[in-house]
């Protein structure tokens, strides 16, 4: 039997719950040791029974890992196809199942990216490995090449944490006993950072003598912008506006739009919200929203408008105004960029920060459990910022106010344009 024994080794390993399992380790051609595997037992003599077994019948050494294919074929993942309402992914299944139905813990937008990761970059290289045999020497040079042929680091980082998921479940099913990316850490991804009109671009730009010279008389495209620059919602939560959700004093966020889908699904952060609005906005969207369904449409309601054509039509008035499309790219202004403005002003009004991650829903460590406590009353001092910069738009008193300022609270910002109180 001490021959037996010496052919491999065994030590327990804790679990959350329970008693510790019996792992054991083996040895290849050059007496290195092998990844270990479970037994499946409590009781140490029980766990060297089923290994002496194992070596009796020529099976200890045999590779119960699967290959990466393997693994991906027998747990389907990130597979959603796009006719199911659930994924076919068992992992995603899961996660599905354990969160509720008005927060899903994960979307098909981010399931589809990962299957595109793991299509182009993950299964290529690493397809025929056996999941025990993918080293972090191995990983960290896989990544190290991915950014050499180009991809931005902040891609390399979302590839690396699709088949980081992977490998975590492995190691919860106990196909591994480790997880090899636990060692491996991601890069430092600084993305280019986005722009932000100055307050006096955004009074010239909103104007609502510019509509017909700044926006060619497009309603739409200028009230989404006007919306996104008083709420500091995002295009995806503004597209999926119906009518429904349009109050006198708030608008309901409750979905976004998916662009790529074409339909109506959780928002970013899978929460619902009511948002405030001054009584100027909501004039103007009662006025222009005369039918049911989507406010922002060019079909009345049926559909929502397209995001790329309301991009474009920021873009063009942004040229209307003297910003021409280099001087927006250089600047990296976007339409998301009406968040970025919304949050800076009312930053730099002296507004609380805590008051301003609820408005603009922003994921934080120190946001509260009872974000949904917070309803349209409570925000009656964002609403007073909101009027006072709206009012700026048509009162040229309150515009000639302007005065440029540094934000003490968000210095990173830069100087921006600010109304007097």
Known sequence: MASIRG??????????????VFYFQTYDAEG????????????????????????????????????LSAWIAARHWYEWPREKPEPACLYCKGRLARSSKDRPAIGRGHVDRCAAYLRDYIAPAFGDMRLDKIMPDTLEKWMFDLAAKGLATKTVNNIASAFRVMTGEALRLELLSDDPWKRVPLFSAEGKPRGVLTVAEAMQLMDPKTVDAAWKGNQLNYLISLTAMLTACRQGELLALRRENLHE?????EASWTIRYHERGPTKTKTKAPVPIPPYLYKLLDGFAKWEGY??????????????RVADA?????????????????????????????????RSRGLPDAK??????????????HYTSWNAGDFADVVQEQELLSSALIDPK???????????????????AVLEK
């Open 398 to 416: 309150a515009r000639a106010k302007i005065i440029t300022l540094k934000v003490n609270e968000a210095p990173e910002m830069g100087e921006i």
């Open 295 to 308: 406010i922002f449409s060019y079909t009345a309601g049926k559909t929502p408008a397209t995001g790329a």
């Open 7 to 20: 052919a491999y080794s065994l030590f327990a390993r804790p679990r959350a719950k329970g008693k510790p």
């Open 249 to 253: 004093d708030h608008l309901d966020i």
């Open 356 to 369: 301003v991650r609820q408005l603009t829903r922003h994921k934080a460590e120190s946001m509260t459990d």
């Open 32 to 67: 290195r040791r092998l990844s270990a595997r479970s037994t499946g037992k409590t009781s140490k003599s029980e766990a060297r029974a089923y290994c002496d077994e194992l070596l009796r019948v020529g099976r200890l050494a045999d590779p119960e890992a699967p290959t």
């Open 314 to 346: 920021l873009y063009d008035a942004l040229d209307k105004i003297g910003i021409d499309d280099d001087a927006r790219r250089e600047r990296g202004l976007v339409f998301h960029s009406w968040r970025r403005f919304a949050n800076t002003y009312l």
